[in-house]
């Protein structure tokens, strides 16, 4: 940002030599100096906005496609996740009707364990 300083101490120079001068044609001269050094530094500054907005267009699409790529691989570790929850609850209803079945079979032959509490017995008999 040296340019905005150069040009900042320009501007002041300038200043205090418009006061002091007192002809009109030196006094014209330094303003048409002076807008033409205006017009550069809109012109550079223009250029440098637009180089900005081309960087944080740039910063934006590479943000979005890091927060795609991590959103992508977010949902497939949680399909993995839901996929692992499916079979283990498939693999416990499994052996839940395995022994729900034993329990019944031996209930039906009057085999139940001792342990097996008199409200379950007569649960199964029904």
Same mark, same amino acid.
């Given at each position: 940002m040296d340019f905005i300083n150069n040009f900042l101490e320009y501007k002041k120079q300038l200043f205090v030599e418009l006061q002091t001068d007192q002809d009109p044609q030196v006094i014209e001269t330094k303003i048409s100096a002076y807008n033409t050094r205006v017009t550069e530094v809109w012109d550079k500054l223009m250029g440098l906005e @637009? +180089? @900005?907005? $081309? +960087? %944080? =267009? /740039?910063?934006v699409k590479e943000f979005e496609r890091n927060l795609s790529d991590m959103v992508g691989v977010f949902i497939e570790k949680v399909q993995? !996740?839901?996929?692992?929850?499916? $079979? %283990? /609850?498939? +693999? !416990?209803? /499994?052996? #839940? #009707? =395995?022994?729900?079945m034993v329990t019944l079979e031996k209930a039906i032959k009057n085999e139940l364990d001792e342990d097996v509490s008199e409200d379950l017995r007569m649960a199964s008999i029904k």
């Open positions: @637009l +180089q @900005l907005v $081309d +960087q %944080l =267009e /740039e910063a993995g !996740h839901f996929s692992t929850c499916r $079979d %283990l /609850e498939n +693999q !416990h209803h /499994e052996r #839940l #009707l =395995e022994i729900s």
